[in-house]
């Protein structure tokens, strides 16, 4: 698959999916979901670029991205 066939949102089950069920529960995925995610409408989608933060463990890099800011309650 190439980068034009690439998601570059994902969903909460395909985030969880591409980083392992068992790695990644359902609370945390939602918990990611709304501090970095997108909403659109009802969904709640996730960036690929979180994706591979996630993975790569840097997550905190993220909230430090100039313009980008990390939303949360």
């Known amino acids: 698959m190439n980068d034009l066939e690439r998601p570059r949102l994902l969903t909460v089950a395909e985030f969880r999916q591409l980083i392992g069920e068992k790695i990644v529960g359902r609370d945390l995925a939602y ?17 690929m670029r979180v994706a591979h933060a996630f993975l790569e463990g840097r997550l ?14």
């Open 60 to 73: 905190e890099e993220l909230e430090k991205t100039p313009g980008v800011e990390a939303r949360g309650r």
């Open 31 to 47: 918990a990611l979901a709304r501090r970095y995610g997108v909403r659109l409408g009802k969904r709640l989608l996730i960036p």
